[in-house]
């Protein structure tokens, strides 16, 4: 078994492996009074309360106090599918944890601005509102929901097309993108999700969500920065290209590759950082062998995206240096699919 090498050309795509996912959500409290109490007494929870390891979410529900040292966003998120579940599970069964909510329970990121816990009801429900939470009403199908823990969750393709209809097509592409990156959906389940969403709001947002959704992306990061790119009337890159030098030696696999111009694109988040810069050290040793090759070399990170123009300038004035196809000065390879 061995590569194959095709010298400065645009590659051909493997599916790319798949990372670890994100660790999974902490079980959804029960409320007291539905199928038992929690198992402390009101006295223990006053305490609990008052001493600060216990947080009172609503009516008979509280939950562990979160550490400090979890990311406030994270944070955010989880308390909102609690208050979810809670309305769920005290005022309406039928109920189903939907949109950013669903999608924590999922293990699906979210991006932009946090909203409400929202819940979905099938159409024709009687039932006017939920404590702490925002309804939607909708057709649900039965293939659209799963259970988790004990409460009816909208599934991943339904999730993802909700949050682009109500979130926009940014905040739908993170969730298309990590849902077909990790195999929990494929882009068939979207489109039988989207054929049912005739003349329903935002429907336009949730197809260019599908159409835009690319499961070679491997971060939120790399999803935000793909429709950054595309908003700014850039070509669109190839994704996830690997390299090797003119020895057929690997090097890395970028993000972003433009082989026209003879560009790559890096989009570099903290969390490919370890505390002691260990990450940052080879991916900068890598950067350097790139470079050799006569690859130019752009990378940006979250703070770079607001705003984004400075570094489409630079990806720009790179495209103007960089070395186009017949320049002796490209000395670089990508790797094609392994054969027998």
Same mark, same amino acid.
């Given at each position: 078994?061995?590569?194959?090498?095709?010298?400065?050309?645009?590659?051909?795509?493997?599916?790319?492996?798949?990372?670890?996912?994100?660790?999974?959500?902490?079980?959804?409290?029960?409320?007291?009074? &539905?199928?038992?109490?929690?198992?402390?007494?009101?006295?223990?929870?006053?305490?609990?309360?008052?001493?600060?390891?216990?947080? &009172?979410?609503?009516?008979?529900?509280? !939950?562990?106090?979160?550490?400090?040292?979890?990311?406030?966003?994270?944070?955010?998120?989880?308390?909102?599918?609690?208050?979810?579940?809670?309305?769920?599970?005290?005022?309406?069964?039928?109920?189903?944890?939907?949109?950013?909510?669903?999608?924590?329970? *999922?293990?699906?990121?979210?991006?932009?601005?946090? !909203? &409400?816990?929202?819940?979905?009801?099938?159409?024709?429900?009687? *039932?006017?509102?939920?404590?702490?939470?925002?309804?939607?009403?909708?057709?649900? $199908?039965?293939?659209?929901?799963?259970?988790?823990?004990?409460?009816?969750?909208?599934?991943?393709?339904?999730? !993802?097309?909700?949050?682009?209809?109500?979130?926009?097509?940014?905040?739908?592409?993170?969730?298309?993108?990590?849902? /077909?990156?990790?195999? %929990?959906?494929?882009?068939?389940?979207?489109?039988?999700?989207?054929?049912?969403?005739?003349?329903?709001?935002?429907?336009?947002?949730? &197809?260019?969500?599908?159409?835009?959704?690319?499961?070679?992306?491997?971060?939120? *990061?790399?999803?935000?920065?793909?429709?950054?790119?595309?908003?700014?009337? %850039?070509?669109?890159?190839?994704?996830?290209?690997?390299?090797?030098?003119?020895?057929?030696?690997?090097?890395?696999?970028?993000?972003?590759?433009?082989?026209?111009?003879?560009?790559?694109?890096?989009?570099?988040?903290?969390?490919?950082?370890?505390?002691?810069?260990?990450?940052? /050290?080879?991916?900068?040793?890598?950067?350097?062998?790139?470079?050799?090759?006569?690859?130019?070399?752009?990378?940006?990170?979250?703070?770079?995206?607001?705003?984004? $123009?400075?570094?489409?300038?630079?990806?720009?004035?790179?495209?103007?240096?960089?070395? $186009?196809?017949?320049?002796?000065?490209?000395?670089?390879?990508? /790797?094609?699919?392994?054969?027998?």
């Amino acid at each position: 078994m061995a590569h194959r090498v095709r010298m400065s050309s645009a590659p051909t795509h493997r599916r790319p492996a798949r990372t670890t996912p994100r660790d999974p959500l902490p079980a959804v409290p029960v409320p007291n009074g &539905r199928d038992g109490a929690v198992g402390l007494s009101r006295a223990a929870v006053r305490h609990g309360v008052s001493a600060g390891d216990l947080e &009172r979410l609503g009516r008979g529900v509280v !939950v562990a106090t979160p550490s400090d040292v979890q990311p406030i966003r994270r944070r955010e998120e989880e308390r909102r599918l609690l208050l979810a579940a809670q309305a769920s599970g005290l005022r309406c069964d039928r109920a189903s944890i939907s949109h950013f909510a669903g999608a924590v329970a *999922l293990g699906v990121p979210t991006y932009g601005p946090l !909203v &409400r816990a929202c819940l979905t009801v099938a159409s024709g429900t009687d *039932l006017r509102h939920l404590a702490g939470a925002h309804l939607h009403r909708a057709t649900v $199908r039965p293939e659209d929901v799963v259970e988790i823990g004990g409460f009816r969750v909208l599934g991943v393709a339904r999730t !993802v097309l909700d949050i682009a209809r109500e979130h926009g097509v940014v905040a739908g592409v993170v969730a298309a993108d990590h849902a /077909l990156h990790h195999g %929990l959906i494929d882009e068939n389940e979207l489109q039988d999700v989207l054929a049912h969403m005739t003349r329903w709001p935002g429907q336009q947002r949730a &197809r260019a969500t599908a159409a835009l959704a690319d499961g070679r992306a491997e971060s939120p *990061l790399e999803s935000v920065s793909r429709i950054r790119l595309l908003e700014a009337g %850039l070509p669109a890159p190839e994704l996830q290209v690997e390299f090797c030098d003119q020895n057929g030696e690997y090097i890395t696999k970028s993000d972003y590759y433009w082989p026209e111009f003879g560009v790559v694109g890096e989009a570099d988040g903290a969390s490919k950082y370890d505390e002691e810069g260990r990450v940052r /050290l080879r991916q900068d040793e890598t950067h350097t062998a790139l470079l050799r090759t006569g690859l130019e070399v752009v990378r940006w990170g979250w703070p770079d995206l607001y705003p984004f $123009r400075h570094t489409v300038r630079e990806i720009e004035r790179a495209f103007l240096r960089g070395a $186009r196809p017949g320049s002796p000065r490209r000395r670089w390879g990508v /790797l094609l699919p392994r054969v027998a």
